[in-house]
């Protein structure tokens, strides 16, 4: 697919919300008061979305739109977005380590009733800068270039992704291999799927390492990466879903349901107590005594 000319690290991501001006105080405070609900629904949600790098992996080696709207990443993304209060975003545009999503009937734009002629989408260009950073740990740039705000159709926002960040996530060691020159022990049809990812990403050029690639070999070789390994956020929706489309009642794929859960929250690492000092558990057991903070303030103070 043809590169839709996207200029990469080109703005830094997010900014100030614009004002809420020039409306009446009922519309101020309404925008206000759903403008905090989202920030909390990203607050709430964000930290249970961490990705693997082999659900990452699968993103960025696709190579056409419709490869990355079949990923379980991205569909967990989309989905995601749509939880929180994001609207129905969508991939519409892609080169790679470009890509460009398109939200209609945008909700963000809601939170600005007054406000015209302006991009207005900041909390849509940060969710997304932090999911890609945070969730994927893929260092990029993200901008709203379009805005129903602004007169445009639809909203629009561009995803550059740094090149470092994304070769250092993409790669495994069967990749790093085939750049070393070496043939990994794979098959024929996953060796030319590799070879022809990193022919995409310009690691390869006619079959041999390119200037890029050997400038990253050389870069990759001084750094000491390991690859963490858990399951995506989107295993136990997934593997629901199987169980519904495989059993023919309603109580059987029910039972099912209910012993893949309990088997995974029993999978659950199991969070050690804080260790509490000496100085902390007197402490805790004085205020359970006393009456007024300031009077815990003073005994604190008469016990130094």
Request: overall charge negative.
């Amino acid at each position: 697919m043809a590169d839709p000319g996207l200029p990469p690290f080109m703005s830094a991501p997010g900014g100030d919300a614009p004002p809420m001006s020039n409306g009446s105080f009922g519309q101020s405070m309404g925008a206000f008061g759903a403008m905090l609900k989202l920030q909390q629904n990203i607050s709430d949600r964000f930290p249970k979305a961490k990705v693997p790098w082999s659900g990452t992996r699968e993103f960025l080696k696709a190579s056409t739109i419709e490869m990355i709207r079949s990923t379980s990443l991205y569909r967990f993304h989309m989905d995601f977005f749509r939880e929180i209060g994001l609207g129905n975003m969508q991939l519409i545009s892609y080169a790679p380590m470009h890509y460009i999503y398109a939200v209609p009937n945008n909700p963000v734009c809601n939170f600005y009733p007054a406000l015209n002629n302006q991009k207005v989408c900041v909390a849509t260009t940060d969710a997304l800068h932090r999911f890609f950073r945070e969730e994927l740990e893929l260092e990029c740039t993200v901008e709203e270039i379009e805005c129903i705000k602004n007169g445009n159709e639809v909203c629009k926002f561009k995803v550059d992704v740094q090149p470092i960040s994304a070769y250092q996530v993409m790669l495994d060691g069967y990749d790093k291999m085939i750049l070393s020159g070496v043939r990994p022990p794979v098959d024929e049809n996953d060796l030319r799927d590799r070879v022809r990812a990193l022919t995409v990403y310009k690691l390869l050029e006619n079959g041999r390492l390119s200037e890029i690639g050997n400038a990253y070999m050389q870069f990759a070789s001084s750094m000491k990466v390991e690859e963490k390994i858990f399951d995506p956020p989107w295993k136990l929706k997934e593997e629901l879903s199987s169980i519904a489309d495989t059993h023919s009642t309603f109580g059987g794929a029910f039972g099912a349901m209910a012993k893949t859960v309990q088997e995974q929250q029993s999978d659950k690492p199991v969070t050690p107590a804080p260790v509490v000092s000496e100085e902390t558990k007197q402490l805790q057991e004085e205020a359970k005594k006393t009456d007024s903070f300031a009077e815990l303030l003073a005994k604190m103070k008469k016990n130094q």
